[in-house]
């Protein structure tokens, strides 16, 4: 697949990952639509774009809403007349543990809260879920030809005291084969789905991590530093020309060498 051909919708595309795979992919001549919250950022994010001589437009998209995830991709078939590539990086972390016990006592003294583990399932795993259907039942009917992809996580093997986080992401990671099952199964052959599993990628979601606890985890990490945002584009763009690359998770961590601890 050429990159110059495609439109691709970008989610949480005003910062980190997004606005990287989408100034990425701008430059080698793909049209992107971008979705988040954000509206300054992502104005910010489209006028780097055009200024740079490419092709974005935004719409602000809730991604826990199906009517804005459906507005998001007519966006796209309706200013760019296709839609190819789909990469739901809107993604949130509320850490903590799931029962803390008082040191003196050993009794519980807090645990994760209902809604703690909710908001985070609700946007990294039921949007990324209203995302891909949104797109691909628009792909289908229009025999569109892309790649759909999830955003995994190094924590897709867990993270302690990230219970939340962690359960989205193994979960994420499992999507492109149940997804490429079906589509086997109904001989929906031009629609592949990959998931990218990143390291600690150098975002505001990482540099607001705990920076002791970071230094001890990047420690543990051959690179020995944080992946910058664009090696996870670069991977997003391998993947999307690379039409072999199908229904699997690429782990692009830096070399990870034992179990990540986040607190
Ligand atoms: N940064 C890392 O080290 C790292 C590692 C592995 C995976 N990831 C994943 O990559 C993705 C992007 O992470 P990032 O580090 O770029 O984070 P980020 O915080 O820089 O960007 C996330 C974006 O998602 C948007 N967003 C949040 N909730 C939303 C919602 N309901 N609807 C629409 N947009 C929403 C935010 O406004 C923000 O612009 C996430 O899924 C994250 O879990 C990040």
């Given amino acids: ?10 989610t949480g595309g005003a910062s980190g990952i997004g606005e990287a795979i ?6 080698q001549g793909a049209r992107i639509v971008l ?12 006028n780097k774009i ?12 809730n991604v826990t809403k199906d009517e804005d995830v459906a507005a998001l991709m007519d966006k796209a078939v309706d200013t760019y007349g296709s ?35 909710r908001q985070v399932v ?25 790649v759909l992809f999830t955003i995994s996580s190094v924590q897709k093997v867990g993270g302690v005291g990230q219970l939340n986080y962690s359960s989205t992401k193994a979960a ?10 079906e589509f086997q199964m109904k001989n929906i052959k031009d629609i592949r789905v990959v998931s990218i599993a990143p390291g600690y990628v150098g975002t505001p979601m990482v540099k607001g991590m705990n920076q002791k606890a970071l230094g001890s985890i990047l420690s ?30 690429l782990e692009v961590t830096g070399g990870t060498i034992s179990g990540m601890i986040a607190k």
């Avoid at 690179?223 to 999307?240: C, M, Q």
């Fill in 1 to 10: 697949m050429q990159i110059d051909n495609v439109v691709a919708v970008i």
């Fill in 22 to 27: 989408a100034i990425n992919l701008a430059k």
């Fill in 35 to 46: 979705g988040d919250l954000n509206k300054d950022l992502l104005e910010q994010v489209v």
């Fill in 50 to 61: 055009t200024d740079a001589g490419g092709k974005a437009v935004y719409q602000i998209c």
């Fill in 83 to 117: 839609l190819n590539v789909v990469v739901p990086c809107a993604g949130i972390i509320r850490d903590g543990l799931f029962i803390s016990t008082d040191r003196e006592t050993g009794k519980v003294k807090k645990s994760m809260t209902s809604e703690q583990f």
């Fill in 122 to 146: 609700d946007i990294n795993l039921t949007g990324t879920f209203i995302t891909l259907r949104e797109a691909a039942v628009r792909m289908i009917n229009n025999s569109y030809k892309g």
């Fill in 172 to 181: 994420l990671a499992m999507w492109p084969k149940l997804l490429v099952g």
């Fill in 220 to 249: 543990q990490v051959h690179l020995g530093r944080l992946i910058d945002p664009d090696e996870i584009a670069d991977t997003i763009r391998y993947a999307v020309t690379n039409e072999a690359v199908n229904a699997t998770c």
